[in-house]
């Protein structure tokens, strides 16, 4: 039987922390094929990010349109979308299908990510279609809730919340890890709970899978010393030995 096909849209990271790199791993290690489209090549490492170059809209839309009319992904998973068209792309043609939009525009760090023109059309046009959407506290801050649509607000103070409108928030508790190797956590989250949808799980039960993936991951890479700054969250899995 064919696994379930999800496909990322977002950009590189050269640091192999987060982005396209972080998504496919997580893809893997939950066994869904995983295909890309990228939408902005940055120079990157644990300390920090050094260029950016967008793809033109254009070329986002070639590889979207190749992915969607070949591999047919039953789930869509955004990254860093860098250009007020490839937002409302994005919106046009994935609006049917399961969407986990992160909406990549405010850092860890508290730095601001996208300009107000890609804020707006994450507001008027994504986020309205999404099937959920996975801010951290600054992000969805600066969204707000105007689009009305079912948000995870995902931090690290032990448990995210599902909010659903006209509804009672849902917490999904899990463990705090202490470390300074968390760069990619907040993508590894919302490929994995992209993930876990399309095997047919629940949200509830989707985000608790999530959530329990990336402890796991924090845990592994907890007390590395890989670069100079913000070290990577793991995406290393147990090696398993061939049978002879």
Wanted: hydrophobic letters at 45%.
């Amino acid at each position: 039987m064919n696994p379930p096909v999800v496909v990322t849209i977002a950009g590189t990271d050269s640091g192999g922390a987060a982005g396209v790199a972080a998504d496919l791993a997580t893809f893997a290690a939950h066994g869904v094929h995983g295909a890309c489209v990228i939408t902005a090549v940055t120079a990157q490492d644990t300390t920090g990010v050094r260029d950016v170059e967008p793809m033109s809209d254009d070329m986002v839309a070639a590889q979207l349109d190749a992915v969607l009319e070949d591999l047919d992904p039953v789930a869509v998973k955004t990254g860093m979308l860098a250009t007020p068209g490839t937002v409302r792309l994005v919106a046009e043609r994935c609006a049917d299908r399961i969407l986990v939009v992160d909406p990549v525009v405010v850092a860890t760090s508290g730095a601001v990510l996208a300009d107000d023109e890609v804020v707006r059309a994450y507001r008027d046009h994504l986020l309205p279609v999404a099937t959920v959407a996975t801010p951290n506290a600054d992000e969805d801050d600066l969204l707000g809730r105007a689009h009305g649509g079912t948000v995870i607000r995902t931090g690290g103070a032990g448990d995210d919340r599902i909010c659903v409108p006209g509804a009672e928030q849902v917490l999904v508790p899990h463990p705090v890890v202490a470390t300074d190797n968390d760069h990619g956590t907040g993508c590894t989250y919302s490929a994995a709970l992209a993930a876990r949808l399309a095997h047919g799980d629940t949200l509830p039960l989707a985000a608790a899978a999530a959530a329990a993936y990336v402890v796991d991951q924090l845990r592994t890479s907890q007390h590395w010393t890989l670069g100079r700054g913000r070290g990577p969250i793991a995406h290393t899995h147990p090696h398993h030995e061939r049978t002879p």
